[in-house]
């Protein structure tokens, strides 16, 4: 079992950054693939971010790409993933959840946990 709670979303200004955070408990933490996803009103959940268990791999949708940066802490029990966004723009503006699962994977039904998740608002 494994637990999510995001932090770090708020308001910005587009051209902005902001880093969130995905504090995970459970003791497979460390054995898990995590992902970031977002939501924005009236549309489908959608990727953008995973790393995989060791940190070594990941993957990003194309639209976020040189912009935001995944990664995790394994460390020490910390057991955290962030996500660094950067030059944020006001499409980037959701609610973003981070997620756990066995698979690298960018499609939602991989993932088997979920946070609740954090908003995201860019203006413009």
């Known amino acids: 079992q494994v637990q999510l709670v995001e932090s770090g979303g708020g308001l910005v200004q587009a051209g902005g950054s902001l880093r969130l955070s995905c504090a995970a408990s459970?003791?497979?933490?460390?054995?898990?693939?995590m992902g970031w996803f977002r939501q924005a009103p009236g549309k489908e959940r959608e990727f953008v971010a995973v790393?995989?268990?060791?940190?070594?791999?990941?993957?990003?949708t194309d639209s976020v790409k040189g912009r935001f940066t995944i990664s995790r802490d394994n460390a020490n029990a910390k057991n955290t993933v962030y996500l660094q966004m950067g030059n944020l723009k006001p499409e980037d503006t959701g609610v973003y959840y981070c997620?756990?699962?066995?698979?690298?994977?960018?499609?939602?039904?991989?993932?088997?946990?979920w946070g609740q998740g954090t908003q995201v608002t860019v203006s413009s």
């Open positions: 459970g003791r497979t933490f460390s054995r898990v693939a």
């Open positions: 997620a756990a699962g066995w698979l690298i994977a960018a499609i939602k039904e991989s993932y088997n946990y």
């Open positions: 790393i995989n268990w060791t940190g070594e791999t990941t993957y990003y």
